[in-house]
């Protein structure tokens, strides 16, 4: 065997072998993505300032077990839910769309199945007790040049103790005055925490009570955070302004 057929067969077992590494690679990425960790970007302001639009979160699909729509184009292979688990109040969840089955919301759980919600002059109610908030300063929008906007911001506080901040942008929201909703079995109360700006189960016309088979997972952390709302939005095609562009204080962060 000449030198140059041994260097030449050592040069395709080494493109060979650098080939597996990246199906093994992308394999165990794909099996990450199906069965563990999503990805999913905000696309939307319905959960600021809790999410905003520009971030990106991994959300978990092991904490309430899969159903069909835990997989991509929900293929229809078995009913219900295997591995199942229940999601808490104040749980933040990605879930497909009930009226189509189809289009990712994510939204915050406020009612169990048998709650009865009902909002008064921008208040929850819980089962004819009101949810506690007091409040946490202001939340001031990107301005894009024009005047600034300081948006009242509450810490709203649930039966088990959880807290987290909702907005309040108008004293009398179309949505500030409206239920009670009966939550029935085996569906979900979803709302937004920009609470003035969020179509959730308040539309019963549109979202409304969300089953327990539409949930996708629970919200975990945020991975990257871009501003893509603003005068420095974020553009991957502009390398040299993303040191600027980046939230990095948003990186990391746990979703509450």
Same mark, same amino acid.
């Given at each position: 065997m000449s030198v140059e057929t041994d260097v030449t067969k050592r040069s395709e077992? #080494? /493109? /060979?072998?650098?080939? $597996? @590494?990246?199906?093994? &690679?992308? &394999?165990? &990425?794909?099996?990450?993505? =199906? !069965? !563990? %960790?999503?990805? !999913?970007? @905000?696309?939307? #302001?319905?959960?600021?300032?809790? *999410? *905003? =639009? #520009?971030? %990106? *979160? !991994?959300?978990? $699909? *092991?904490? %309430? #077990?899969y159903s069909r729509y835990s997989f991509p184009f929900g293929p229809n292979v078995f009913e219900g839910r295997i591995f199942s688990g229940q999601p808490e109040r104040g749980d933040v969840v990605v879930f497909k769309l009930p009226r189509d089955n189809s289009t990712d919301y994510i939204k915050r759980v406020i009612g169990l199945p048998g709650d009865e919600i009902q909002v008064r002059g921008g208040v929850v109610f819980l089962n004819g007790k009101e949810l506690p908030r007091k409040p946490a300063g202001f939340y001031v929008p990107p301005t894009n040049g024009g005047p600034v906007r300081r948006v009242k911001k509450y810490e709203e506080t649930l039966p088990s103790g959880k807290t987290y901040t909702v907005l309040d942008a108008e004293p009398n929201g179309f949505f500030d005055n409206v239920g009670p909703y009966k939550v029935p079995a085996g569906h979900f109360f979803m709302m937004g925490d920009n609470r003035d700006n969020s179509t959730d189960s308040r539309a019963t016309w549109d979202v409304g009570y969300v089953p327990y088979e539409n949930l996708v997972g629970r919200a975990e952390i945020i991975f990257f955070s871009a501003a893509v709302d603003d005068d420095a939005s974020f553009r991957w095609y502009t390398p040299w302004t993303w040191p600027f562009d980046v939230r990095w204080d948003r990186i990391f962060k746990l979703v509450y």
């Open positions: 077992s #080494g /493109w /060979w072998e650098m080939v $597996k @590494i990246v199906l093994q &690679a992308l &394999a165990i &990425a794909m099996v990450v993505r =199906i !069965f !563990f %960790y999503q990805p !999913f970007n @905000i696309p939307s #302001g319905s959960m600021k300032d809790t *999410l *905003l =639009i #520009g971030d %990106y *979160l !991994f959300v978990s $699909k *092991l904490s %309430y #077990g």
